[in-house]
């Protein structure tokens, strides 16, 4: 089931959460709503769910307005960070809930309930209470029951953002599989750059409480549209090109910035031309990589991303002389990246 987001805004006192999002989320696909805190994601979310309602704009779901529909009418399954369990309820007790609620058949409810605790890979705990589980088994709970009224659309806000790592890492596997295997369209928002990369098909990036980009994620990461998604997927180094560094201030006007990954500067013991000359500051190693922080001779200062290998090849030391080159870069100009 398809979502269409036409021109909504929101707004909270004097605080504009969502502000003119337009958006079209095709039917099947998992798409990330990705931004840093008060950016609009959740915001847009809870609206798609009717649990808001816009100041301005239209919200369709599949062929149908409900921008002004309940709740109960949208054919939506939420998910919410905290999990929402009855906890006098066991794991079967929790997942039945919904389909007893609408009176479905007792055989339909308990073959339906199997076959979910077998997605969710939960079978052998459907008696246990939601206090005797983890919190990463408290989450496929969660997803299990709002699955079992077979929603339209699937909405998630932050499923993972109270577990640790390790279980987060485990859940993104499991989100992943179970959303190949049901394929309804599912929503989750996130503020975790690697868990949008990893789960969506598309990623939605959000910026005071406008969307600043939309595309796959090696879209999103390869071609930025703008300094501010640049910036919010991983390190970069930025630059102003008018400083004449690396010879890039041919590439676009010098009324500009330029914004290097450090995974896509060269390090280099020999001179070259294009090359610009640098000390080596620092050297962080980090078991899987090597962090090389370099002072240019105008004193900016540059971070450069070397693997084990590289870096046992160069053979870097503090304050050795070394040059530096980009392999690729990013002109934003001046006015963009204020």
Known sequence: MSILIENVSKRFGSFQAVESVNLEIKSGTLVALLGPSGSG?????????????????????????????SVQSRGIGFVFQHYALFKHMTVRQNVAFGLELRKARA????????????????????????????????QRVALARTLAVDPQVLLLDEPFGALDAKVRKELRASLRHLHERV?????????????????????????KGRVEQVGTPPDIYDHPATPFVMSFFGPVNVLPNSAGIFGLN?????????????HDIVIQTH????????????????????????????GQLVTVNLTRELFKQLQLEPQQQVYVKPKRAKTFPLHAYS
């Open 41 to 69: 994601k959740s915001t847009l979310l809870r609206l798609i769910a009717g649990l808001e309602a816009p100041d301005s704009g239209r919200i369709w779901i599949g062929d149908r307005e409900v921008t002004a529909s």
């Open 107 to 138: 055989n339909y409810v308990r073959e339906r309930v199997e076959e979910l605790l077998d997605l969710v890979q939960l079978r052998g705990l459907a008696e246990r209470y939601p206090s005797q589980l983890s919190g990463g088994q408290r």
């Open 183 to 207: 394929n309804v369209t599912t929503v989750f928002v996130t503020h975790d750059q690697e868990e949008a990369m990893e789960l969506s098909d598309e990623i939605v990036v959000f910026n």
């Open 250 to 262: 041919n590439m676009e006007s010098t009324n500009s910035h330029v914004f290097l990954r450090p």
């Open 271 to 298: 001179h070259e031309e294009t090359a610009a000359q640098a000390k080596v500051d620092r050297i962080v190693h980090l078991g899987w990589e090597v962090i090389v922080e370099l002072s240019l001779r105008d």
